[in-house]
């Protein structure tokens, strides 16, 4: 029997569901066109859910979602999908950013061609009969030479500048995180604002998300930037333009036209005032993924993701939480257990109501990914604290940020006796409570409690007795859990640098019942005991 159930309610392709169903874990269920309250109804038997742009997946569907884990949205934007409420209920957000690159890419190039030389109304224009008169009518504008602002260089953007060079246009690209290097290499020039790219250029085309920053990031001011007689390009979002400037560019005569494959509000009212344009204007239906092998690959894609999430564990796409591909797995993989393991240790021997939790990373580990072994060691110190199934690895930061619990990770240049380590320090006011853990050979291990070196297992039952550094108190220890009946499996011993303070780690094989606990507890120079289960 399958472990885990997915619900496709928007079209896939064919070889996406069979991808799916392939694996014995999953079994699959494709129910299109599902109204809100349908979708509602039903979304709690199952762990995984794939969409488009159709199905929208609200607060009240996830509300309901009691059992999912995943939704894969086959394609880049994943507007339809409430995200923070997503991360709230612990639900992996993954979309196919590399599925339609080429498709959309070409798309925008197409209907840019097609606005410029008017290809749209002069087709029109013979199929009435009108040939001569278009003619005349419907001059175009050469792209050779035309300055091409883009804001976005993402892999859309980056395709599309390579076909306008092509073109023999000059490319000047925005993009926040578009290096210098990268942009020298693209041959691109690198602007540091969207106004320094949009001054002077002749075409404008967009390839960034829809985001509160770039909602109308065309708008009046900027589009007086551009060149008169310049072309608007948009095969990204609707919400990036502000319609009515557009508008008013253009019947201004500044703004010569505009190729849209998405508007703000779609579908688009019959009576939109840019439908009464008749020169340099495109107007598509959506159509940037819409290419058969667009749509084979997003469909194969998101399907492949979501089997790894739920038959390996790998996460790739992943828009609410770090990715851990294959090769990610590899490196910082062991490191998960440990770091789920320092967690929840600090929340056993740290305070309550922590201000902060600082990571830190020593050695060739430094130079990894290692944002999901953080968030690791967060979801683990907040489980412990907060034993309600509320917290997850996907959730985790949201629930720290409610909890006033700073997250920070470093690196550490200073050398250590561990080729790689990991510290997670918990701070409360000037308050400091720190572990530490490697991993010898293939073993993880912990290595460091409260400045107290140790060497003791991630896994098992624990009993932690810190003392005064004095004879005898191990002897009493030891005998009254063999008064008890504990057998000891393993014990580490520690003391300070001055000797005024030790530590005994025993990993003991069944619980220590609490007249145990409350005897040495009252014994004198026994300063905290503690039992806690990894």
Not at 74 to 92: E, F, L, Q, S
Not at 240 to 267: M, R, T
Not at 368 to 381: E, I, M, P, W
Not at 453 to 463: E, Q
């Amino acid at each position: 029997m399958a472990t885990y159930r997915v619900l496709v309610s928007d079209p896939i392709s064919d070889k996406g569901v069979e991808a799916l169903a392939a694996a014995p874990e999953i079994s699959v269920d494709v129910k299109t066109g599902l109204k809100p309250d349908e979708l509602i109804a039903i979304i709690g038997d199952y762990h995984g859910l794939v969409v488009r742009s159709e199905t929208k997946v609200t607060p009240e569907v996830l509300a309901a979602a009691t059992n999912l884990k995943a939704i894969g949205r086959a394609g880049v934007g994943v507007d339809n999908i409430d995200r923070k409420a997503a991360t709230d209920h612990g639900v992996i957000v993954m979309n196919t950013p590399t599925g339609n690159t080429i498709s959309t890419a070409e798309h925008a190039f197409t209907i840019m061609l097609a606005a410029a030389r008017n290809v749209g109304p002069a087709h029109s224009a013979v199929l009435k009969g009108d040939f001569k008169a278009a003619r005349k009518a419907y001059q175009g504008i050469e792209l050779n030479t035309k300055r091409l602002a883009i804001l976005g260089m993402g892999r859309i953007g980056t395709e599309f500048a390579k076909r306008a060079q092509a073109f023999n246009m000059t490319v000047v690209a925005y993009d926040p995180f578009l290096t210098q290097a990268r942009a020298d290499e693209l041959k691109v020039e690198l602007a540091p604002t969207p106004d320094l790219a949009l001054k002077g250029a002749d075409v404008v085309t967009l390839h960034v998300p829809l985001t509160p920053e770039t909602n109308h990031i065309l708008n009046t001011e900027r589009l007086a930037l551009m060149n008169k007689g310049a072309l608007i390009v948009n095969c990204a979002r609707g919400g990036l333009i502000d319609e009515v400037a557009l508008k008013a560019a253009i019947d201004s005569g500044h703004i010569a036209g505009c190729a849209l494959d998405v508007f703000e509000v779609e579908p688009p009212p019959n009576d939109h005032p840019l439908f009464e344009l008749n020169k340099h204007v495109v107007f598509t239906p959506h159509l940037g993924a819409s290419t058969n092998e667009a749509q084979e690959n997003v469909g194969i894609q998101v399907a492949e993701q979501l089997r790894d999430f739920f038959v390996t564990g790998e996460i790739k796409n992943a828009i609410n939480m770090p990715s851990l591909d294959a090769a990610t797995r590899a490196a910082v993989g062991p490191y998960l257990d440990l770091a789920a393991a320092l967690g929840k240790l600090l929340a056993k021997i740290g305070p309550e109501n922590p201000d902060s939790l600082r990571v830190s990373y020593h050695g060739e580990l430094a130079k990894k990914d290692t944002g999901l072994v953080s968030r690791t060691a967060l979801t683990a110190l907040l489980e412990a604290s907060r034993p309600d199934g509320q917290v997850n690895i996907v959730n985790a930061p949201a629930i720290a940020t409610q909890l006033g619990l700073d997250l920070t990770e470093s690196t550490i240049n200073a050398k250590t006796e561990f080729n790689e380590l990991v510290v997670a320090e918990l701070r409360k006011g000037d308050t400091r409570y720190r572990v530490a853990g490697t991993i010898i050979g293939r073993s993880p291990r912990i290595v460091e409690i409260d400045r107290l070196y140790v060497d003791c297992n991630i896994k098992g039952r624990f009993l932690f007795v810190e003392n005064d550094d004095r004879p005898g108190i191990v002897g009493v220890v030891g005998t009254a859990l063999g008064d008890a009946g504990v057998n000891i499996a393993n014990m580490d011993l520690s003391r300070t640098a001055d000797r005024t303070r030790a530590l005994t780690v025993m990993e003991v094989d069944s619980e220590p019942p609490v007249t145990l606990l409350e005897k040495l507890r009252s014994t004198p120079g026994i300063l905290r005991v503690l039992t806690l289960e990894l």
